[in-house]
């Protein structure tokens, strides 16, 4: 079966950085778009990077020049590399397909606060 397992977050203070990890299992991963969305408390999921299958990749305003996606294709995995981080990053972090979605992982908690 498909799992999406999310690793990495935490509690770090404005302008620190973490680097999210997810483990695909169940699909092809390789040939999938894939993207890393968020729910902060009281907002819907939001897709917040996204990588094509051939490695081009795209960012909400939010989080350009910031974060960065990329995947490791042999691994299976999705990262995402969060710098500069803001207290309205905080939120789960979440991966999954870009167009198809699968079941949802449990995410993963990142913090920003002093």
């Known amino acids: 079966q498909v799992q999406l397992v999310e690793s990495g977050g935490g509690h770090v203070q404005p302008g620190g950085s973490l680097r999210l990890s997810c483990a695909v299992s169940?699909?092809?991963?390789?040939?999938?778009?894939m993207g890393w969305y968020r729910q902060a408390p009281g907002k819907e999921r939001e897709l917040v990077a996204s990588?094509?299958?051939?490695?081009?990749?795209s960012y909400s305003e939010s989080v350009k020049g910031r974060f960065t996606i990329s995947r490791d294709n042999a691994k299976n995995t999705l990262y995402l590399q969060m710098n500069s981080l803001k207290p309205e990053d905080t939120a789960v972090y979440y991966c999954?397909?870009?167009?198809?979605?699968?079941?949802w992982g449990q995410g993963t908690q990142v913090t920003v606060s002093s």
């Open positions: 999954n397909g870009k167009y198809t979605l699968y079941y």
């Open positions: 990588i094509s299958n051939g490695g081009i990749s």
């Open positions: 169940g699909i092809s991963f390789s040939i999938n778009d």
